[in-house]
């Protein structure tokens, strides 16, 4: 596609449910992160795949966490039991690996979670 | 440990003035490093970043190994430059994007 898609670009969930969000990167970036972004804590490391594998899982802040990737595109990031603390707005971003285009980000606009 | 820190989370200039937001951070390689951006309602893009050497918006920034600072720089603000800008590393091997980023810095220019 032109851009990162992200899906939903809004949810509002209670405390307890699961939630799944969507990341469908640029095609052919191979790379693939997730961030969140919380008001007054800046942008927070989640989790990278490159192609479907994910080799850094360091950000992911509890076993709640989880995300894969499958074909080496489309990405879902769920969060089981959502507490209250896990509102934000989860960004997913992708890149190309290797050459100029590596480590340069393309963000998606974001699924902005509420947990009541 | 490999941390990026823009100490103000505020900067308010009015419109003609030098703009400068700070960024330091602490990484025991070479590192790289890049500001991004997000206007109001957009998305998050990159500004620049210090390997490109370029002036991009008519904003710089140079990386200072000493004083382990990638400071941002504009001789005149401009209205349209109002936004969050983050200061970024990357802290992975150097050809994945791990980017580590700072809190972020709210850039308001009065007219």
């Known amino acids: 596609g032109a851009g990162v898609s992200q899906s939903p670009s809004n949810k509002v969930t209670e405390k307890g449910k699961d939630v799944e969000l969507r990341c469908d990167p640029i095609s052919g970036h191979t790379a693939l992160y997730w961030y969140r972004q919380s008001l007054g804590q800046g942008l927070e490391f989640l989790i990278y795949f490159q192609g479907n594998s994910a080799p850094d899982k360091s950000g992911l802040p509890s076993d709640r966490f989880s995300a894969e990737r499958t074909g080496g595109s489309v990405s879902t990031l769920t969060i089981q039991r959502t507490q209250q603390e896990d509102s934000a707005v989860y960004l997913c971003?992708?890149?190309?690996?290797?050459?100029?285009?590596?480590?340069?980000?393309?963000f998606g606009a974001g699924s902005r979670l509420t947990v009541l | 440990a490999q941390r990026v820190t823009q100490p103000e989370k505020l900067l308010s200039v009015f419109k003609g003035a030098p703009v400068e937001l700070k960024c330091n951070y602490s990484y025991s390689g070479s590192p790289e490093l890049f500001w991004y951006v997000q206007y109001s309602r957009q998305r998050l893009q990159l500004l620049l970043r210090h390997i490109s050497r370029e002036s991009i918006k008519g904003f710089t920034a140079d990386l200072n190994k000493g004083e382990t600072s990638f400071h941002l720089k504009k001789p005149f603000a401009q209205e349209e430059d109002s936004a969050m800008y983050y200061c970024a590393l990357n802290g992975g091997s150097s050809n994945t994007g791990k980017l580590i980023f700072g809190q972020g810095t709210t850039l308001q220019v009065k007219p």
């Open positions: 971003a992708s890149s190309l690996t290797g050459g100029s285009g590596a480590n340069v980000l393309t």
